[in-house]
């Protein structure tokens, strides 16, 4: 007999050890070893080019939920450090900083997008779905959730920076929100499930060749460093409200009208 392993969320106090381990010197060595190609971004001598990477998922864009640009700044500062520390042209693609966004929901991406909404002939109805689905979210308490970023990781394929809830309820309440997202019914034939628990973060870079022995160490390095200087600041993300967006790849997240929002 086969049995399913359902994915689950992180408890408070396991989500808030698991970032900060992550930030430790040598797990970033060991993140670093194991770093791999992305392959969605081509470096082609000139300039870099998107590789298709279509979906729809649930986000909240760092520069349009109020209060955030002191975090677009410091993050934008993160990855100009990087690219100081790792002068590899051709191996990391910095994303646009526009593009910088919590995943708070994943939906379909790519093969699983392409067969169960577009070659079902569903893109349009996509979005009443997922309208549906969040109506269906008893509301809680009011106000923005505060994600504290901590520090600067190494991700399989990318680079992306952490961030924790000092306040245990904003924790729950996102918590809440996917729970209430993946219960529904009508997104559930569709197969839209929860493939990973929640990790706060935003991407900020994808690596984008096989990286040297030499240059792995150095990443490493470089990451620790950064991390030393953002600890001396740790911006705040201010979540309030999350939506729909349509993407055909991973650097820029669109939303169009009649796409549905949630507000915290």
Not at 5 to 25: G, I, M
Not at 81 to 106: F, K
Not at 172 to 180: E, K, Y
Request: aromatic fraction near 10%; charge should be negative; include cysteine.
């Amino acid at each position: 007999m086969t049995t399913t392993t359902l994915t689950k969320d992180l408890s408070f106090d396991d989500y808030t050890a698991r970032q900060h381990r992550e930030l430790a010197p040598d797990r970033l060595m060991e993140r670093a070893m194991a770093v791999r190609p992305s392959g969605n971004y081509r470096y082609n001598g000139d300039g870099w080019e998107p590789q298709p990477y279509p979906g729809f998922a649930v986000v909240s864009m760092m520069d349009e939920n109020p209060g955030n640009e002191p975090v677009v700044t410091v993050v934008r500062a993160m990855a100009a450090g990087l690219m100081e520390r790792c002068l590899w042209e051709e191996s990391i693609y910095l994303l646009p900083a526009d593009s910088y966004h919590q995943t708070v929901a994943n939906t379909l991406s790519e093969k699983r997008f392409l067969d169960h909404v577009v070659h079902a002939g569903l893109e349009g109805e996509y979005p009443g779905m997922m309208e549906k689905a969040f109506s269906g979210i008893a509301p809680g308490a009011a106000g923005p959730l505060a994600m504290k970023m901590i520090g600067l990781s190494i991700f399989g394929t990318a680079l992306g920076v952490l961030g924790v809830f000092e306040n245990a309820a904003d924790y729950q309440r996102l918590l809440h929100f996917r729970s209430g997202f993946y219960s529904d019914p009508g997104l559930a034939a569709l197969d839209v499930r929860m493939t990973r628990p929640f990790i706060g973060h935003i991407t900020v870079a994808y690596i984008e060749t096989d990286l040297t022995g030499q240059q792995r160490q150095q990443l490493a390095a470089a990451v620790h460093a950064l991390n030393g200087q953002l600890k001396e600041v740790e911006p705040v993300f201010h979540i309030s409200s999350t939506g729909l967006r349509r993407y055909e790849d991973l650097s820029a997240f669109r939303w169009k009208d009649g796409f549905p929002r949630y507000h915290f």
